[in-house]
């Protein structure tokens, strides 16, 4: 059933989003599509070097997850603002160990509506949002403003 702005209130929450499991060929594939290849998203021996225990995420690779979350709620059409700061660094599933690991490498997607409000003519929410690891560390929180019927 589509949203509409007189069925949201202030305190509503989003529905909860969970990713597939974050693999290095999400990275690798990332890197190419972003142009981002910095080697700590991709390289395990640059990682290790500089003090990581192993590759990262792109940041930008989770703002996106977050954004497919947003936008598995409310169409892209209606969104006006996205806004998000990185928290933490975000590990993807080991190779070595995939089956008990891959669990541990999703990130899930909430959020709470924080105000309705009219501007510019429009009937507007805004929605803050965190995405957290399995293990409930807080990997980016941010906020969409939407622009609802």
Not at 100 to 114: F, H, I, P
Request: with cysteine; proline share 4%; charged share 25%.
């Amino acid at each position: 059933m589509p949203i509409d702005f007189d069925s949201i209130a202030v305190v509503d929450s989003m529905p909860s989003y969970t990713s597939a499991p974050i693999t290095r060929m999400h990275l690798a594939r990332y890197a190419g599509a972003s142009g981002d290849f910095n080697p700590l998203h991709t390289d395990e021996t640059f990682a290790r070097s500089i003090g990581l225990d192993s590759v990262i995420a792109h940041g930008m690779f989770i703002a996106g997850i977050a954004g497919e979350a947003v936008t598995s709620w409310i169409e892209n059409k209606y969104l006006r603002k996205i806004s998000v700061h990185f928290l933490s660094m975000t590990q993807p599933a080991n190779l070595d160990d995939f089956e008990n690991t891959r669990d541990r490498a999703t990130v899930t997607v909430t959020g709470t509506v924080t105000d309705k409000y009219e501007e510019n003519g429009e009937k507007r929410i805004r929605c803050e949002i965190t995405v957290r690891d399995a293990q409930g560390g807080r990997k980016l929180k941010g906020f969409f403003v939407a622009a609802l019927p």
